[in-house]
T-cell receptor, first 113, second 113 residues
Framework: DGGITQSPKYLFRKEGQNVTLSCEQN?????MYWYRQDPGQGLRLIYY???????QKGDIAEGYSVSREKKESFPLTVTSAQKNPTAFYLC????????????FGPGTRLTVT | GNSVTQMEGPVTLSEEAFLTINCTYT??????LFWYVQYPGEGLQLLLK?????DKGSNKGFEATYRKETTSFHLEKGSVQVSDSAVYFC????????????FGGGTRLMVKP
């Protein structure tokens, strides 16, 4: 089945450690996105990429980094510089032609203590 | 810039009640409008969309009409079920925003038997 996978579903880290969240899609989409969701709030865009080896900052990129070495993969690293990293992280992808719908993965809940 | 405003929740209804979740937007040009649904602990799923004024999106008994004159895209359902309990997000894709989505803050719906 085509879709987006994120792993792991739950992740626990100590403060000061970097952590990388995985996102893989087999939908052959050119564009991929990372969002952060805090309790009771909407989604905020962290980074997005529309082509391999290129990506742009979203609204809240500070303390995060990404790479896009393959079309299918868009990992997000939460660095120790991110002041409040505990959140629910959602990855999405979309085609850049035709339908403008974004497809979302199941999310990773990161807890940093 | 683009923005989306949703009514704050939670919205609590009894089964078979009528549902309205208000959504208004601010955008330049001719945005596409979306409703996404998020079930507990999961990612977002597209519920319905509309791409031009007066279009009605519908799915699973839910519907919303793109009203350019009132810049609104209210979500309605005639008879809710317990299984409709979720968080609902209104979103827009601006004319000049590539495939970027701007989300509202989300509205939690709780349906009691």
């Amino acid at each position: 089945d085509g879709g987006i996978t994120q792993s792991p579903k739950y992740l626990f880290r100590k403060e000061g450690q970097n952590v990388t969240l995985s996102c893989e899609q087999n939908l052959n989409h050119d564009a991929m996105y990372w969002y952060r969701q805090d309790p009771g709030q909407g989604l905020r865009l962290i980074y997005y990429s529309q082509i391999v080896n290129d990506f742009q900052k979203g609204d809240i990129a500070e303390g995060y980094s990404v790479s896009r070495e393959k079309k299918e993969s868009f990992p997000l690293t939460v660095t120790s510089a991110q002041k409040n990293p505990t959140a629910f992280y959602l990855c999405a992808s979309s085609s850049l032609t035709g339908s403008d719908e974004q497809y979302f993965g199941p999310g990773t809940r990161l807890t940093v203590t | 810039g683009n923005s989306v405003t949703q009514m704050e929740g939670p919205v609590t209804l009894s089964e078979e009640a009528f549902l309205t979740i208000n959504c208004t937007y601010t955008a330049t040009g001719y945005p596409s409008l979306f409703w996404y649904v998020q079930y507990p602990g999961e990612g977002l799923q597209l519920l319905l969309k509309a791409t031009k004024a007066d279009d009605k999106g519908s799915n699973k008994g839910f519907e919303a009409t793109y009203r350019k004159e009132t810049t609104s895209f209210h979500l309605e359902k005639g008879s809710v079920q317990v299984s409709d309990s979720a968080v609902y997000f209104c979103a827009l894709r601006g004319t000049y925003a590539g495939n970027m989505l701007t989300f509202g803050g989300g509205t939690r719906l709780m349906v009691k038997p």
